[in-house]
């Protein structure tokens, strides 16, 4: 495939007893993002797009959550979120952030992506991760899908693309939908935490990924639409 830049060793998903190491070390840290409970309003976008942030007790970051309400149903977002190997045709910053599939299954993915920083003396940014549609906790029961960061250290078919960069190994993520009480419209929600690593400084991180997080809901949302109107 065309995907495969550099050589690499795949792996099953299914039998991979290393995942479910990782996502029992990453278990509570879903558990804080998914629950609705002490998350503060810090803007509404232009195209009513709330963003909200809490404190966790998993990270000393604050996690950062965008939500919408939109006519759209959750299961074309699955969609979009999951086909990773596409994510390059229509996200936003797409020239700065290559994507690439390692592994996939209906539904599973391992995928790797390299973020390109155009900031003086701050290295580049890489990352494998796994991302599913299958609920990683049974009170998640309006999930879309959930992703969380893969260690090299633990994972050891997983192989550095680039010496030169610096690798991320804590974050996690979930997208999940709730039924709007007062219409027949959706909430959509994406939650995020992820250290992007080096020497910044943890205010700077925070206003990176909420201004990193909007771009992509927002690309994630645009694309689900077309998609959608395509379909009709």
């Known amino acids: 495939m065309r995907y495969f830049l550099f050589t690499i060793i795949l792996f099953s998903l299914s039998s991979s007893s290393t995942f479910e190491l990782e996502l029992d070390s990453n278990g509570e840290l879903l558990k804080s993002l998914y629950r609705n409970l002490n998350w503060d309003i810090i803007e509404t976008t232009n195209d009513s797009i709330i963003v909200s942030q809490k404190a966790i007790k998993e990270s000393s970051l604050k996690a950062i959550k965008v939500e919408k309400i ?3 149903p959750p299961e074309l977002f699955a969609d979009v979120i999951m086909n990773v190997g596409n994510y390059n ?5 797409a020239e700065s952030f290559k994507s690439k599939v390692i592994d996939v299954t209906p539904t ?18 890489e990352y ?3 991302m599913s549609t299958n609920s990683p ?3 998640f029961n309006d999930l879309i899908s959930f992703w969380i960061l893969l260690d090299p250290e633990i994972n050891k078919n997983l192989i550095k693309m680039n010496e030169n960069s610096v690798y991320l190994k804590q974050g996690a993520g979930l997208w999940r939908w709730e039924q709007n009480a007062e219409s027949d419209s959706f909430k959509i929600s994406y939650m995020l935490s992820m250290d992007p690593g080096g020497s910044l400084p943890e205010f700077l991180i925070e206003l990176i990924n909420q201004s990193s997080i909007v771009t992509l809901f927002r690309d994630v949302i645009n694309k689900t639409i077309s998609n959608m109107n395509d379909s009709q």
Do not use: K
């Open 70 to 72: 939109v006519n759209i």
């Open 89 to 93: 045709s229509f996200l936003t910053n």
């Open 108 to 125: 599973d993915v391992i995928g790797y992506q390299h973020i390109t920083v155009d900031f003086p003396f701050i290295d580049n940014r």
């Open 128 to 130: 494998y991760f796994y």
């Open 137 to 139: 906790h049974i009170e």
